[in-house]
């Protein structure tokens, strides 16, 4: 292919040729199931394995200890300005704390005032 785009915004990125041409032949039958991996049960032992497989590699690149959950879950970024004080500041006498450096920091610091007291340590 000569006319790769590279893509460095949010979301999805470029990924080199020999991982596209995998992805595309076990779309049509992933390990030989005879049906795509979007085709398939999350409850099946093969999918589980592919969360365990990606748990393990997860954890061995980060060095994530065995004493934190991996969770594989849905939405962006933005969604994690809802949950991470729905988590930390489950009180509401519980207060976070907010460097504003731009568009980001105000969008988390607004979402997290539904949760609870916020400070704003900077707003730059």
Same mark, same amino acid.
Request: aromatic share 10%.
């Given at each position: 292919?000569?006319?790769?785009v @590279?893509?460095? +915004?949010?979301?999805?990125?470029?990924?080199?040729?020999?991982v596209i &041409? $995998?992805?595309?032949k076990?779309?049509?039958d992933? %390990?030989g !199931?005879?049906?795509?991996?979007v085709?398939?049960? %999350?409850?099946?032992p093969? /999918?589980k *394995?592919?969360?365990?497989?990606?748990? +393990?590699?997860f954890? &061995?690149l $980060?060095?994530l200890?065995?004493n @934190?959950?991996? !969770? /594989?879950? %849905?939405?962006?970024?933005?969604?994690? /300005?809802?949950a991470?004080?729905?988590? !930390?500041?489950?009180?509401?006498? %519980?207060?976070g704390s @907010?460097f504003?450096?731009?568009?980001?920091?105000? !969008?988390?610091?607004? &979402?997290?005032?539904? @949760?609870?007291?916020?400070?704003?340590?900077? *707003?730059g």
């Open positions: 292919m000569t006319n790769r @590279y893509n460095f +915004s949010a979301g999805p990125a470029t990924l080199p040729i020999p &041409e $995998t992805v595309q076990e779309f049509l992933f %390990h !199931l005879g049906a795509s991996i085709e398939i049960s %999350h409850r099946l093969v /999918f *394995d592919i969360i365990e497989t990606t748990k +393990s590699l954890r &061995e $980060t060095g200890p065995n @934190y959950k991996v !969770l /594989f879950m %849905h939405g962006g970024a933005q969604m994690q /300005f809802s991470v004080p729905l988590n !930390l500041m489950s009180m509401k006498s %519980h207060k @907010y504003i450096t731009g568009r980001w920091g105000t !969008l988390a610091e607004n &979402e997290a005032r539904k @949760y609870g007291n916020t400070e704003i340590l900077m *707003d």
